[in-house]
Every structure is written in structure tokens, then in C-alpha cells.
């Protein structure tokens, strides 16, 4: 009986060393990228997320966005994808 909870102890142990080896190899590095290097449909929406406040800067991580927007004294990061889809095929309209 005691040899059982060892092996699940080592088991369990093993699993978690991995799990957080795994996790440390990922790398989110997030960089400062200028409003040109933006797609337009991305600062239109940052725009749109900043009403009342103004973007003080970009950033970018992977293929994602994030405006960094200043509002009453607070900075707020919102995160944007760039990608594009096709929206009608994804939601078909029934024809009646």
C-alpha cells in the first residue's frame, strides 16, 4: 500500500515539474511598435476604445495588439486582434 502512494507521489511531482518547464519556455514578449506599423482596422478600433482618452502608445505580442489607452489619469491596456474573417459565412442567414 505504501509503495502505491510513492509511485503516485513521484507521479504527481513529475507531472507538475513538467508542467511548470513547459510554461517557462514560453516567451510573451510584448514590443513597442509605432502607429504606422498598426493595421488601420486595428487603430480604428483602439480609436474607438479610446473615446475620451487618447493612446499614449502600441504594442504588439505574436499577432495580437494592445493599445495602451490614458483615461482620467489611468492607463489601460486593451488587447486587439488583427486577424479578419469572413462573417457571413460563419453566421448564414436563413433564407425564408
Given at each position: 500500500?505504501?509503495?502505491?502512494n510513492?509511485v503516485?507521489?513521484i507521479?504527481v511531482s513529475a507531472?507538475?515539474t ?6 517557462a519556455?514560453?516567451k ?12 488601420m ?6 480609436e ?7 493612446i ?11 493599445a495602451v489607452?490614458?483615461k482620467?489619469?489611468k ?13 457571413s459565412?460563419?453566421?448564414?442567414e436563413?433564407?425564408?
Amino acid at each position: 500500500m505504501k509503495m502505491t502512494n510513492l509511485v503516485t507521489a513521484i507521479a504527481v511531482s513529475a507531472g507538475l515539474t513538467f508542467g511548470v518547464a513547459a510554461q517557462a519556455k514560453e516567451k510573451h514578449e510584448e514590443e513597442t511598435v509605432g502607429q504606422a506599423d498598426v493595421p488601420m482596422a486595428v487603430q480604428k478600433a483602439g480609436e474607438n476604445e479610446a473615446k475620451g482618452g487618447r493612446i499614449v502608445r502600441w504594442e504588439k505580442e505574436g499577432r495580437d495588439y494592445e493599445a495602451v489607452i490614458e483615461k482620467n489619469g489611468k492607463q489601460w491596456g486593451i488587447e486587439i486582434n488583427a486577424n479578419k474573417h469572413d462573417e457571413s459565412k460563419e453566421h448564414k442567414e436563413k433564407k425564408e
